[in-house]
């Protein structure tokens, strides 16, 4: 059993959370607001869970979820996260996060961002290009036909191989897309973001999307700065 800490715990990180514990998992959730406003999640979560600080959840989890706004990144406390692979999630959406120039002019990802700010934390992007109600439902054990597949991208090979196991664990198959400076290829608005899991119905319909199709959708992925002109 590992211990798997949330910072951040909204709709992808309380989804995670419950594939987690599902999964046999203890999780370790915290907030911007403090664990005395994760009561209700706590208890829908049953005895392995309970709420802590960022800072606790850091310290205390063998694996991190950052599950954040964007702007938020700079509240991360990084001294706790350092050495520790951390599974980022954060898109970049700056209606809400405000604009950051070296994303609009796609110089960085988002994930290079978050790294750069968690000195010696081993991040690897996961979970951002998957919508909330899809990761919800679409996990299935392992082999199964209509087992679906997420992206990953980070420098750090070993903290790859933990996540692509954490992944198996929770019911999902994993990708490996290569560095962070490649995680643009499922960034927010790429073929391979959110809609290849939306059925007909939309967000609230999903359907699997084999490690195949993955492939094919990430493979069309085109820069906007590529784009223009
Ligand atoms: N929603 C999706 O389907 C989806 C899919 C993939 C990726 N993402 C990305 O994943 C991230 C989280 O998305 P979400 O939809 O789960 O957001 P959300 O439901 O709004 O949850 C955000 C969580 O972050 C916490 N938080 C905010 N500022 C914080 C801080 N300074 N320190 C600690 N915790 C803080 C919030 O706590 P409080 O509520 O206490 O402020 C909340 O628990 C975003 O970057 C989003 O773009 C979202």
Do not use: C
């Amino acid at each position: 059993m590992t211990t798997i800490g949330f910072i951040g715990s909204g709709n992808i990180g309380g989804t995670v959370a419950r594939l987690a514990v599902e999964s046999g998992h203890d999780v370790v959730l915290s907030n911007s607001r403090g664990p005395e406003t994760l009561v209700d999640l706590v208890q829908r979560l049953g005895d392995h869970a309970r709420a802590a600080t960022a800072d606790e959840a850091a310290a205390e989890g063998d694996l991190v979820v950052v599950s954040v706004p964007l702007k938020a990144v700079d509240d991360l406390p990084a001294e706790s996260l350092a050495g520790k692979v951390v599974m980022d999630t954060v898109n970049y959406y700056p209606e809400r996060d405000g604009h950051v120039a070296e994303l609009d002019d796609e110089s960085t990802t988002t994930s290079e961002l978050v790294a750069r700010r968690l000195t010696g934390a081993r991040v690897v992007k996961v979970f951002s290009n998957i919508a909330a109600p899809a990761l919800d439902t679409l996990g299935r054990p392992a082999g199964a036909a209509d087992r679906t597949a997420l992206p990953i991208a980070g420098d750090d090979d070993e903290a790859k191989q933990v996540v692509l196991g954490f992944l198996d664990e929770i019911g999902y198959d994993g990708l490996d897309v290569g560095v962070l400076a490649e995680g643009w290829r499922f960034q927010r608005d790429t073929a391979a973001y959110a809609t290849p899991y939306f059925g007909p119905g939309g967000r609230e319909d999903p359907r699997p999307v084999s490690a195949d199709e993955l492939r094919t959708r990430l493979g069309e992925a085109v820069r906007y700065r590529d784009m223009s002109g």
